[in-house]
Protein backbone atom coordinates (compact mmCIF):
# COMPACT_ATOMS: atom_id res chain seq x y z
CA UNK A 1 0.00 0.00 0.00
CA UNK A 2 3.08 2.70 0.79
CA UNK A 3 4.49 1.65 -2.60
CA UNK A 4 3.31 3.80 -5.65
CA UNK A 5 2.33 2.13 -9.10
CA UNK A 6 5.74 2.80 -10.73
CA UNK A 7 7.85 1.27 -7.91
CA UNK A 8 5.76 -2.28 -8.04
CA UNK A 9 5.99 -1.93 -11.76
CA UNK A 10 9.32 -0.82 -12.18
CA UNK A 11 10.59 -4.30 -12.31
CA UNK A 12 8.52 -5.55 -14.73
CA UNK A 13 8.82 -2.50 -16.99
CA UNK A 14 12.39 -3.74 -16.68
CA UNK A 15 11.84 -7.10 -17.56
CA UNK A 16 9.30 -6.20 -20.62
CA UNK A 17 12.06 -3.97 -22.00
CA UNK A 18 14.80 -6.78 -22.02
CA UNK A 19 12.52 -9.03 -23.51
CA UNK A 20 11.37 -6.73 -26.30
CA UNK A 21 14.74 -6.30 -27.19
CA UNK A 22 16.06 -9.51 -26.99
CA UNK A 23 12.97 -10.59 -29.30
CA UNK A 24 13.18 -7.75 -31.60
CA UNK A 25 17.30 -8.68 -31.63
CA UNK A 26 16.40 -11.81 -32.34
CA UNK A 27 13.79 -11.27 -35.36
CA UNK A 28 16.34 -9.19 -36.76
CA UNK A 29 18.98 -12.00 -36.50
CA UNK A 30 16.22 -14.48 -38.20
CA UNK A 31 15.60 -11.55 -41.09
CA UNK A 32 18.92 -11.15 -41.99
CA UNK A 33 19.95 -15.03 -41.92
CA UNK A 34 16.79 -15.53 -43.49
CA UNK A 35 18.20 -13.18 -46.50
CA UNK A 36 21.78 -14.34 -46.95
CA UNK A 37 20.18 -17.86 -47.24
CA UNK A 38 17.99 -16.32 -50.17
CA UNK A 39 20.57 -14.83 -52.07
CA UNK A 40 22.94 -17.49 -50.96
CA UNK A 41 20.03 -19.92 -52.42
CA UNK A 42 19.61 -17.53 -55.42
CA UNK A 43 23.39 -17.36 -56.35
CA UNK A 44 23.43 -21.59 -56.10
CA UNK A 45 20.20 -21.54 -58.66
CA UNK A 46 21.91 -19.45 -60.84
CA UNK A 47 25.04 -21.13 -60.87
CA UNK A 48 23.39 -24.23 -61.28
CA UNK A 49 21.41 -22.91 -64.49
CA UNK A 50 25.01 -21.36 -65.88
CA UNK A 51 26.01 -24.96 -65.62
CA UNK A 52 23.30 -26.42 -66.74
CA UNK A 53 23.39 -24.35 -69.76
CA UNK A 54 27.19 -25.16 -70.64
CA UNK A 55 26.36 -28.88 -70.39
CA UNK A 56 23.52 -28.43 -72.63
CA UNK A 57 25.51 -26.99 -75.33
CA UNK A 58 28.52 -28.51 -74.75
CA UNK A 59 26.51 -31.70 -75.30
CA UNK A 60 24.46 -30.39 -78.34
CA UNK A 61 28.11 -29.54 -80.02
CA UNK A 62 29.25 -32.66 -79.20
CA UNK A 63 26.47 -34.49 -80.86
CA UNK A 64 26.40 -32.28 -83.90
CA UNK A 65 30.11 -32.32 -84.32
CA UNK A 66 30.97 -34.26 -87.90
CA UNK A 67 33.84 -35.45 -85.98
CA UNK A 68 33.51 -38.74 -83.68
CA UNK A 69 35.25 -38.00 -80.62
CA UNK A 70 36.10 -40.30 -77.54
CA UNK A 71 37.74 -38.93 -74.21
CA UNK A 72 39.36 -41.16 -71.93
CA UNK A 73 40.30 -40.52 -68.25
CA UNK A 74 44.14 -41.65 -66.35
CA UNK A 75 43.20 -44.59 -66.24
CA UNK A 76 42.54 -44.83 -69.76
CA UNK A 77 38.27 -45.53 -69.32
CA UNK A 78 36.06 -43.86 -71.75
CA UNK A 79 34.15 -40.70 -70.31
CA UNK A 80 32.26 -39.47 -73.17
CA UNK A 81 31.80 -40.74 -76.76
CA UNK A 82 29.69 -38.94 -78.88
CA UNK A 83 27.38 -40.22 -81.54
CA UNK A 84 29.28 -39.60 -84.85
CA UNK A 85 31.94 -41.90 -82.90
CA UNK A 86 29.34 -44.93 -82.35
CA UNK A 87 28.37 -44.11 -85.98
CA UNK A 88 32.40 -44.26 -87.14
CA UNK A 89 33.52 -47.03 -85.07
CA UNK A 90 30.10 -48.81 -85.48
CA UNK A 91 30.43 -49.55 -81.91
CA UNK A 92 27.05 -50.39 -79.51
CA UNK A 93 25.87 -47.26 -77.27
CA UNK A 94 25.32 -49.57 -74.59
CA UNK A 95 28.93 -50.71 -74.40
CA UNK A 96 30.34 -46.54 -74.67
CA UNK A 97 27.84 -45.77 -71.81
CA UNK A 98 29.05 -48.43 -69.28
CA UNK A 99 32.65 -46.49 -69.56
CA UNK A 100 34.47 -49.19 -70.45
CA UNK A 101 38.53 -49.41 -70.61
CA UNK A 102 40.44 -48.99 -74.43
CA UNK A 103 41.08 -52.48 -73.48
CA UNK A 104 37.47 -53.61 -73.47
CA UNK A 105 37.11 -51.60 -76.84
CA UNK A 106 39.49 -52.90 -78.38
CA UNK A 107 39.28 -56.27 -77.43
CA UNK A 108 35.20 -55.64 -78.75
CA UNK A 109 36.15 -53.90 -82.26
CA UNK A 110 39.52 -57.32 -82.80
CA UNK A 111 36.71 -60.00 -81.90
CA UNK A 112 34.48 -58.72 -84.21
CA UNK A 113 37.06 -58.51 -86.87
CA UNK A 114 37.36 -54.98 -87.22
CA UNK A 115 41.22 -55.42 -88.15
CA UNK A 116 40.37 -57.89 -90.73
CA UNK A 117 42.30 -60.64 -91.74
CA UNK A 118 46.10 -60.26 -90.43
CA UNK A 119 49.07 -62.27 -89.31
CA UNK A 120 49.57 -63.13 -85.92
CA UNK A 121 52.04 -61.05 -85.49
CA UNK A 122 49.77 -58.61 -86.06
CA UNK A 123 47.23 -59.74 -84.21
CA UNK A 124 49.85 -60.34 -81.25
CA UNK A 125 50.71 -56.58 -81.48
CA UNK A 126 46.95 -55.49 -81.30
CA UNK A 127 46.49 -57.25 -77.96
CA UNK A 128 49.68 -55.79 -76.53
CA UNK A 129 49.49 -52.45 -77.74
CA UNK A 130 48.86 -49.60 -74.82
CA UNK A 131 46.89 -46.58 -75.54
CA UNK A 132 49.33 -43.95 -76.79
CA UNK A 133 48.57 -40.20 -75.72
CA UNK A 134 50.25 -38.82 -78.10
CA UNK A 135 49.82 -36.48 -80.91
CA UNK A 136 50.97 -38.16 -83.96
CA UNK A 137 47.79 -38.40 -86.06
CA UNK A 138 47.34 -42.22 -87.99
CA UNK A 139 45.15 -43.08 -90.75
CA UNK A 140 42.86 -46.19 -90.22
CA UNK A 141 40.90 -48.44 -93.05
CA UNK A 142 37.77 -50.19 -91.56
CA UNK A 143 36.40 -52.74 -93.53
CA UNK A 144 33.68 -51.46 -94.64
CA UNK A 145 36.21 -49.20 -96.88
CA UNK A 146 35.70 -46.06 -94.42
CA UNK A 147 39.12 -44.19 -94.09
CA UNK A 148 39.64 -42.58 -90.74
CA UNK A 149 41.73 -39.94 -89.15
CA UNK A 150 42.98 -41.04 -85.99
CA UNK A 151 43.83 -38.20 -83.85
CA UNK A 152 44.84 -38.33 -80.03
CA UNK A 153 45.76 -35.00 -77.87
CA UNK A 154 46.85 -35.28 -74.12
CA UNK A 155 44.60 -33.38 -71.66
CA UNK A 156 45.70 -31.92 -68.25
CA UNK A 157 44.85 -35.05 -65.99
CA UNK A 158 46.64 -37.64 -67.65
CA UNK A 159 43.73 -38.48 -70.03
CA UNK A 160 43.36 -37.65 -73.77
CA UNK A 161 41.04 -36.60 -76.03
CA UNK A 162 41.17 -39.01 -79.19
CA UNK A 163 38.77 -37.96 -82.71
CA UNK A 164 37.94 -39.56 -85.78
CA UNK A 165 37.81 -37.69 -89.12
CA UNK A 166 36.21 -39.98 -92.07
CA UNK A 167 38.98 -38.79 -95.10
CA UNK A 168 37.48 -41.42 -97.46
CA UNK A 169 36.30 -38.74 -99.82
CA UNK A 170 39.65 -36.70 -99.69
CA UNK A 171 41.78 -40.03 -99.94
CA UNK A 172 39.32 -41.24 -103.31
CA UNK A 173 40.12 -37.29 -104.61
CA UNK A 174 44.02 -37.76 -104.08
CA UNK A 175 43.86 -40.99 -105.72
CA UNK A 176 42.27 -39.60 -108.89
CA UNK A 177 44.74 -36.86 -108.72
CA UNK A 178 47.36 -39.05 -108.52
CA UNK A 179 45.61 -41.37 -111.90
CA UNK A 180 44.86 -38.05 -113.64
CA UNK A 181 48.79 -37.29 -113.27
CA UNK A 182 49.99 -40.26 -114.74
CA UNK A 183 47.57 -41.09 -117.43
CA UNK A 184 46.43 -39.65 -120.36
CA UNK A 185 42.68 -37.99 -119.90
CA UNK A 186 41.93 -38.94 -123.73
CA UNK A 187 42.95 -42.77 -123.62
CA UNK A 188 43.60 -43.12 -120.07
CA UNK A 189 46.60 -45.15 -121.14
CA UNK A 190 49.98 -44.52 -118.61
CA UNK A 191 51.93 -41.03 -119.61
CA UNK A 192 55.70 -40.17 -119.55
CA UNK A 193 55.43 -39.39 -115.53
CA UNK A 194 54.25 -43.13 -114.63
CA UNK A 195 57.08 -44.45 -117.12
CA UNK A 196 59.64 -42.34 -115.63
CA UNK A 197 58.53 -43.80 -112.35
CA UNK A 198 58.55 -47.04 -113.39
CA UNK A 199 62.10 -46.97 -115.10
Known sequence: VTL?????????????LRNVFFVATAILILVVLGTLMAQAAR??????????????????TLEHMDQGLIMFDADVRVQ?????ALELLDLPASLMRSNPRFEDVKRYEFERGEYGPVDQDF????????????LHPFERERPNGTIL????????????????????????????IAHMARHDALTELPNRVLLRERL
Open 43 to 60: RRADAEAAAQQKSDVLEA
Open 4 to 16: SKEEVLAPWRKDT
Open 149 to 176: EVRTAPIADGGAVRTYTDITARKEVEKH
Open 123 to 134: QEWLRTQGFERS
Open 80 to 84: VCNRR
